[in-house]
């Protein structure tokens, strides 16, 4: 039976005997919690010479003394060789400091638990020896923690505002922790149609949701309004959650309402997503760049065609690189940016890869090249979503196809 404590090493002498791959996970969370940190070894591990270097630890490059623990707060004795960490605990039980064993816990004085944190709480499970079990307790309670399937509802935090959510490519286990956890502590999400709609279904049911994809009006006009409904939300006291799929900043207006925000008064925060024009190439194992292939990528919007006059992109220069070409929004003009490609000199035979429905159970990819790629879209019956990858980082993915 063990009677669990929290230990308080800020500043105070903890000493850590050997410098393996033990020590190297045992030493960075001494660090975090301020311990005066003097590691014992002859040798150690790359990570652990470069605390050392950095000056996180103090490191004594030669075997272990009994004089070492002299001073000590907290023991552990993580050294491959029985002998030694038998000493160390006998030295440590000698001058009445909590020892624990790496190699075998009945002969230890403390156990270390399986610990993790989350918003000011620390977690610590302890299996009776067992460390896969303890370790596995943690992680269920912290992903609990952090999606907010875990919570003392009187303890969240209410304060009124707006946070931008990146929800990622939609799937819904690529969302980020920290989004997924504000997204549960909502009083109102406002969300888009490409948001990770399955996450909507695990909302809490007093949070109002409001779906901004059924607005009427033009995209302009709709835009102002979900600015309108966001900042009267939050003036109204409510923890408000804009909900969009991808990156907020990434072609999805989010900066504007970031000043819709700023304008009225009104907190805001941003938690980023994965952005798809790599993530969702990643996820059809698709580079966006290698290792003398390309060096670089270039992310456009093909939501309007070459010569449109709002266009901003200056496709004779897009043509003229060499590095990937990411487009997005561009299967409805993805003919017309293949002939200006081509015209700027582009070669015919360059790989595209067209995304389709990327991360979500219907995702597929179809292969083409910038001369073929109108009559594919067309016998493919390619349809948006979907994103294009051009350059021989898909021949890098598919070299059979382009051999």
């Known amino acids: 039976m063990t009677y669990p404590a929290g230990l308080r090493l800020g500043g105070r002498r903890v000493v850590v005997v050997g410098g393996g791959h033990v020590a190297q996970r045992r030493v960075p969370q001494l660090i975090a919690a301020g311990a005066d940190v003097h590691l014992v070894s002859p040798v150690v ?3 652990i010479e470069g605390m050392a270097t950095d000056g996180e630890i103090h490191w004594e490059a030669r075997g272990f003394e009994d004089a070492d623990l002299d001073g000590a707060w907290y023991v552990i004795a993580a050294t491959d060789d029985r002998a030694v960490n038998e000493l160390v605990s006998t030295g440590a039980e000698a001058r009445r400091v909590f020892c624990v064993r790496a190699d075998d816990a009945t002969r230890a004085s403390a156990w270390t638990p399986a610990v993790g944190r989350h918003a000011g709480v620390t977690v610590a499970v302890l299996g009776n020896r067992e460390p896969r079990r303890s370790a596995a307790v943690r992680d269920e309670i912290l992903e609990g923690l952090r999606e907010g399937r875990i919570t003392a509802r009187h303890q969240r935090d209410h304060t009124p505002g707006v946070t931008l959510v990146g929800g990622g490519p939609g ?19 406002v969300a888009d149609r490409l948001a990770p709609r399955e996450l909507l279904g695990e909302l809490p049911a007093d949070v109002e949701l409001i779906d901004v994809a059924k607005l009427p009006r033009g995209r302009s006009a709709q835009q102002e309004e979900i600015n309108r409904l966001i900042v009267e939300h939050a003036l109204a006291g409510k923890r408000v959650v804009r909900f969009k799929g991808g990156d907020s900043f990434v072609f999805g207006r989010g900066y504007e309402e970031v000043l819709a925000c700023r304008e009225a008064g009104v907190p805001v925060t941003v938690i980023p997503g994965l952005t798809s024009p790599v993530s969702v190439p990643g996820l059809a194992n698709i580079p966006v760049t290698h290792r003398g292939v390309a060096h670089d990528f270039t992310v456009i919007s093909g939501h309007l065609p070459p010569g449109h006059p709002e266009s901003l992109t200056d496709w004779d220069a897009v043509a003229r690189l060499t590095g990937t070409l ?13 002939e200006v490609l081509l015209a700027g000199g582009r070669k015919p035979g360059t790989p595209v890869a067209v995304i389709c429905q990327g991360s979500m159970p219907g995702e597929r990819t179809v292969l083409s090249t910038l001369a073929g790629l109108a009559t594919d879209l067309e016998r493919e019956s390619v349809a948006p979503p979907a994103i294009l990858v051009v350059g021989d980082v898909v021949a890098v993915a598919h070299p059979a196809r382009y051999a």
Request: net charge negative; aromatic share 0%; charged share 20%.
């Open 326 to 338: 990411v487009l997005m929004m561009a299967v409805e003009n993805a003919p017309a940016i293949a």
């Open 171 to 189: 799937d819904p286990d690529l969302i980020a922790v920290a989004g997924r956890r504000a997204l549960m502590e909502a009083d109102v999400v």
């Open 45 to 47: 591990t790359p990570a």
